[in-house]
């Protein structure tokens, strides 16, 4: 079973890098894909870069050129919701696009048109084994929920009140529903995990400098904990 781990940015990565026993490294669409083992499982791990067509070029690759078993993408995203802070884990159970819009022919925000769902289910086991990860530790507070993903870093309550209000999310970032789309054209099962690193809102971006370290350090604690137990 080869597992293709995905992170937008190479601070999302660098933790679980230093565990992994790289074997080779191949360059592909201007991304490295690091072959090797990490926590006894072979993966290959991958900075996609930031947003949606980076992401799914990079779960093309992994799917069609490394024929990986399953994807997991880690990294840090924006919190929706009063109850969510920094540092905390959230598990996308399904993801949408929320900047797909073509509202103008009746379709609701997110629909894709003439695609035979609207949300995106990360696949069941990879859920419970991260659900699983995150009961082990104390000191992360984890959530399970919707993950939106769109071209725009999100820092507006008024976006936030509206990604609430229409998609019920927990949290926003900018690969994960294009990872979860690709995944879902080439049938391979996926999980997002994302680690907040602010509250999207006025300020995100100053929180975003100062938090991402430790979600960094807790989404690849939870993607430790969850290897070890596949
Ligand atoms: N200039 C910054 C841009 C980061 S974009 C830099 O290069 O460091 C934000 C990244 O973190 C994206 O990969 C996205 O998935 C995630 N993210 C964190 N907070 C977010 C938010 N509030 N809205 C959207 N994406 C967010």
């Not at 690759?61 to 959230?90: F, M, Q, R, T, W």
Request: aromatic share 6%; charged share 25%.
């Amino acid at each position: 079973m080869i597992i293709g781990i995905i992170a937008a940015m190479s601070e999302e990565l660098a933790l679980l890098l230093e565990d992994m026993d790289v074997t080779s490294k191949e360059d592909k669409a201007k991304m490295t894909f690091h072959k090797g083992n990490l926590w006894g499982k072979e993966v290959i791990a991958v900075v996609c870069g930031v947003g949606k067509v980076n992401a799914a070029v990079c779960a093309q690759i992994l799917a069609s050129e490394y024929k990986v078993d399953k994807v997991i993408n880690v990294g840090v995203a924006g919190g929706i919701g009063k109850d969510i802070y920094p540092g905390d884990v959230v598990i996308a159970n399904n993801l949408v696009e929320h900047d797909m819009d073509t509202t103008a022919f009746g379709d609701p925000h997110g629909q894709i048109p003439r695609l035979d769902t609207f949300d995106f289910k990360c696949d069941e086991e990879l859920v419970t084994l991260a659900e699983e990860a995150c009961n082990e530790t104390s000191d992360i507070k984890s959530f399970k929920g919707r993950i939106v993903t769109g071209d725009q870093f999100v820092a507006s309550i008024d976006k936030i009140q509206w990604l609430s209000s229409e998609f019920e999310a927990f949290a926003c970032e900018m690969e994960g529903g294009s990872i979860a789309h690709t995944c879902y054209l080439n049938n391979i099962p996926f999980v997002v995990i994302r680690s907040i690193s602010d509250n999207a809102n006025n300020g995100a971006h100053m929180d975003f400098e100062k938090f991402t370290p430790i979600g960094v350090r807790n989404s690849t604690t939870i993607l430790e904990k969850m290897l070890k137990k596949m």
